[in-house]
């Protein structure tokens, strides 16, 4: 490693000429493009031996080669350029319509499938140049917290190891800037046909083979926990790790899942999925955009957290206008939290309360 005194007198562009003597393999070739002259290369790579100890290139008849130290200061030193030249493209000013940067945005499936597609459409007319990555979240498996669930999620913020997350919670701490795009609640989703869609009760729902989202492969999700507050309990056929994937079972099987609401109206429809109200009350929830509010100093991470706030109108527009495409409700009233009389399962009056939950069935 080097100490304090190299350190004091190491320059930024002697890395930058390794990059291209290491590129051109010639004193001459890389004088050119970096319109020097050739001595004033050679200075340069002399004072590089120095500060590295080693000779680093070695003449031969057609120009140099690297030594072995070369060969292995290569991958370092282009991943310095590559985080100055992120460092610096940053503090320039932002302009989307020129801009290349790429964000990373976390989101569990059942979002980023909802938000991605008006999202892309602005970036492809307003910013052709900026690049999206999509990092999966996942709840904290058995936390009733929505702050401890995704607390995973606001400590890789704060460690700037994405830029944004896209996840269901009330509580996120007040360093964070958050901005609601939609609200959710789950439905019952099936295959189109499917005779579940026909009427629905709580008998028939307990009597059909269900499919559980669930990332740990744990077959109890809150659905379940509301029914064993009334002593009941559902058949749970399949687990998979994903909404999409859920999506692609149901269509092709009798399987039924509880999925989110304005997820399989933008979604179902491409699968041959359908959807009605749950035979049960099921809360509603924020689907929230949150970053760290010193985050959003940067010009260009501001402007992407108000183009995903955009999105989420889009979204909720896209819904309504979709839901009788995609869905089949029932007439009857949304029916209130069930419990067991007689061994049979039936609607009751509307209890009183709230609960949080997790995006996840």
Do not use: C
């Amino acid at each position: 490693m080097l100490n304090e005194i190299d350190l004091a007198r190491a320059d930024l562009n002697l890395l930058f000429l390794f990059e291209v003597v290491l590129e051109t393999r010639h004193v001459g070739r890389a004088a050119e493009r970096l319109n020097l002259s050739p001595s004033a290369i050679s200075h340069g790579l002399g004072r590089l031996r120095r500060l590295l100890n080693d000779p680093l290139f070695l003449k031969t008849p057609k120009g140099v080669v690297p030594t072995a130290r070369a060969e292995q200061l290569a991958a370092p030193i282009r991943d310095v350029l590559a985080r100055v030249r992120s460092v610096i493209s940053t503090a320039e000013k932002f302009d989307p319509a020129t801009s290349t940067r790429r964000f990373t945005i976390g989101a569990p499936d059942g979002a980023s499938a909802v938000f991605l597609p008006p999202l892309l459409t602005v970036l492809r007319e307003r910013a052709p140049g900026i690049d999206i990555s999509v990092r999966q979240l996942l709840p904290a498996q058995g936390e009733a917290s929505p702050e401890r669930a995704w607390r995973a999620a606001f400590a890789d913020l704060e460690a700037r190891a994405m830029d944004i997350a896209i996840i269901p919670t009330d509580d996120a701490p007040a360093r964070f800037a958050e901005r609601v795009l939609y609200e959710e609640d789950f439905v019952i989703a099936m295959r189109v046909g499917h005779s579940f869609a026909g009427k629905l009760t709580v008998d028939r729902f307990l009597a059909f083979q269900h499919l559980l989202v669930s990332h740990t492969g744990d077959a109890f999700g809150f659905i379940d926990r509301l029914l064993a507050e009334q002593g009941l309990s559902r058949r749970i056929a399949l687990t998979v790790p994903n909404f999409m994937f859920a999506l692609a079972v149901i269509a092709e099987t009798d399987l039924v899942a509880a999925l989110p609401r304005t997820f399989v109206a933008m979604q179902g429809a491409r699968f041959g999925v359908a959807a009605v109200e749950a035979p049960m009350r099921l809360d509603r929830f924020r689907i929230r955009a949150i970053a760290p509010k010193v985050a959003l100093q940067d010009e260009g991470l501001a402007w992407l957290f108000d183009v995903i706030g955009t999105a989420g109108t889009a979204a909720r527009k896209r819904t309504r206008q979709g839901t009788t495409k995609a869905w089949r409700p029932t007439t009857a009233p949304p029916a209130a939290p069930i419990r067991e009389q007689r061994g049979r399962a039936r609607p009751l009056g509307v209890a009183a309360g709230t609960r949080r939950v997790a995006l996840r069935d």
